[in-house]
């Protein structure tokens, strides 16, 4: 089992950043790959950004590449998602996943059925 809590989430204006944080506990944190999903009001959860076990790869949904880094560090069981230049479409509340199942250390994966433990959540509002 893993236990996923978000953090890091709040109320900014369009063009401001924001870093959220995924503390992992339980399962080797290290054996997991992660990734960050959002959901806005009335919409489907969407893919956000994926990062591998090893963290050496990454792969970013189309509308936040560029603007959004993940990464993690291993020894804190702490993925993270750096958001920079904020619009008002990224409001959402965002998740962060951990892979259950074997992770090959450089592959990443963007579907949520690849993911077996999800957070809470964390809210992000950006006003305009």
């Known amino acids: 089992q893993v236990q996923l809590v978000e953090s890091g989430g709040g109320l900014v204006q369009a063009g401001d950043s924001l870093r959220l944080s995924c503390a992992a506990s339980?399962?080797?944190?290290?054996?997991?790959?992660m990734g960050w999903f959002r959901q806005a009001p009335g919409k489907e959860r969407e893919f956000v950004a994926a990062?591998?076990?090893?963290?050496?790869?990454?792969y970013y949904a189309d509308s936040v590449k560029g603007r959004f880094t993940v990464s993690r560090d291993n020894a804190e069981n702490t993925a993270y998602l750096q958001m920079n230049s904020l619009k008002p479409e990224d409001t959402a509340v965002y998740y962060c996943?951990?892979?259950?199942?074997?992770?090959?250390?450089?592959?990443?994966?963007?579907?949520?059925?690849?993911?077996?433990?999800w957070g809470q959540g964390t809210q992000v509002t950006v006003s305009s």
């Open positions: 996943a951990a892979r259950g199942t074997y992770s090959s250390i450089t592959v990443v994966y963007t579907r949520r059925q690849d993911y077996d433990y």
């Open positions: 339980g399962r080797t944190f290290s054996s997991s790959a």
């Open positions: 990062l591998s076990r090893s963290g050496s790869r990454t």
